[in-house]
């Protein structure tokens, strides 16, 4: 393994780890912030992603009129259930 990519991957845990130990927040709460996200349900993640406007990303994502290429997140829990 190249070391570069090898020093990078060691980063990712602990970066990973300080992801799961924020607290929850509610849309109303995000606001208009860049950065990463993870939805989790029961303590198991299910999904990150990455947003210059998390709160509108989220939005996309949970929309009922969504359509299949913005709301990844929803299309592969889909998948998931019917086993696709």
């Known amino acids: 393994m190249h070391q570069i990519f090898a020093d ?3 980063e990712l845990d ?6 799961v130990d924020q607290e929850p927040h509610s849309t109303q709460s995000i ?8 939805f989790s349900e029961e303590g198991k993640h299910l ?3 990455r947003s210059r406007k998390i709160g509108q990303r989220y939005g ?3 929309r ?13 829990d889909c998948k998931k259930s019917i086993g696709d």
Do not use: E, I, M, R
Not at 64 to 76: I, K, V
């Open 64 to 76: 009922p009129s969504a359509p299949h290429n913005q709301a990844s997140f929803c299309l592969s």
């Open 8 to 10: 990078l991957v060691k």
């Open 31 to 38: 606001g208009p912030v860049s950065g990463v996200y993870l």
């Open 60 to 62: 996309q994502h949970t």
């Open 14 to 19: 602990p970066l990973f780890q300080h992801l």
């Open 47 to 49: 999904y990150v992603g």
